[in-house]
């Protein structure tokens, strides 16, 4: 039934735009044979399907599953001091989405980004120099996330990140700023009911995203590999995927879009968010603007402005909010997170460059 009324709508779109040529011109427009031409049959671009065996190189590590390590707690001293290249500059450069419906998104009709994160960015912004338009948004997709980070093109990136233990190899994480399910987003009339549905299904998410690395564990047909999340609801749509494995806060925004689609609960465990900096294996120092971006969290929970934010743009679709937790690292869990990036620096690091970690150089790991 969905399908016959997405086919009508089609008709009466194309019906309607013919009309209005036939007004204007007494010779009938050409339209191009999407079924010759196989435009509506190619994957989005720069996709890609995995299947068989291949599925299995991209299952997420062991650690990737243990409990991430805390974040740095915020000491007393003036913004100044924490980041002062900052200041100098005079604005704070963030990397975000821009195709995230209700978290980073650009407005149809004022061309402006709106979003959770957005707003969360801008508080970020104010804290720092007063003023929360005091910010640059550039994009950033998710595989390009720890790039951005590590050649200094943006500050920081609050852009659906989940901590992970293996990602603060290179990636400083703050304090978790939103709490998400893993789920489904389905058509209406798919069938598809849970995870136990999905055998010999093609799947779809992004590349290098947490979900695409879980997805692998479970028994699937195939996986498709979008660039982005707007490109799996669109591959969807096309019959080229049978179901979307994403966090359910990624998935209101797509369903918002599609109201043939509906959410399915896969059980998962709650994971985190949190907003990434590069970490000092990336050669970059940023501690100080960690723990002002923390102070800012912690703030705007105490506040109150955490709340309204997440009431305007993801209560309706998310229901209550989970607790975030505030967890900073003990003085051993430093001394983890430190070995732990040393042997990272073994095994992927350049040795001709000397980047620090801690007060080590990359010369010091090397054997």
Known sequence: MHKLARAVIGSVTILSLLSACSAATTAPPV????????????????????????????????????EPWGSIRPDAAAVEKRIPAIIERGRLIVG??????????????????????????REIARDIFGDPDRVEFRYVENR??????????VDLVL??????????NTTEFSVPYLGVHTKLLVLGDSGIAGMDDLAGKTVCATRDSTPARAIVDNNIGALLLTRTWTD???????NQADAIFSDDAILSGLQAQDPYTEVVDTGDAVSYYGVGMPAPTTGRKAQGLVMQVNSTLERIQSDGTWDELYNEWMQEYLGSPHSLPMKYRSEQEEQEISQARANWLRSNGDTSASRSVGTMTREDFDE
Request: with cysteine.
């Open 31 to 66: 339209w191009p044979d999407v079924h010759t031409q196989g435009t509506v049959n190619e994957l989005p671009v720069g996709s890609e399907i995995v299947r068989g065996d291949d599925l299995q190189d991209l299952a997420a590590s062991p650690s990737s599953r243990q």
């Open 96 to 121: 975000v989405g821009q195709y995230l419906n209700r978290l980073g998104f650009r407005d149809p009709l004022s061309g402006e980004l709106e979003g959770f994160e957005i707003d969360l960015a």
């Open 144 to 153: 390009r996330r720890d790039e951005a980070l590590r050649d200094g093109d």
């Open 159 to 168: 852009r659906t990140w989940t901590i992970t233990k293996d990602r603060q």
């Open 232 to 238: 799996c609801l669109m591959a969807m749509q096309r």
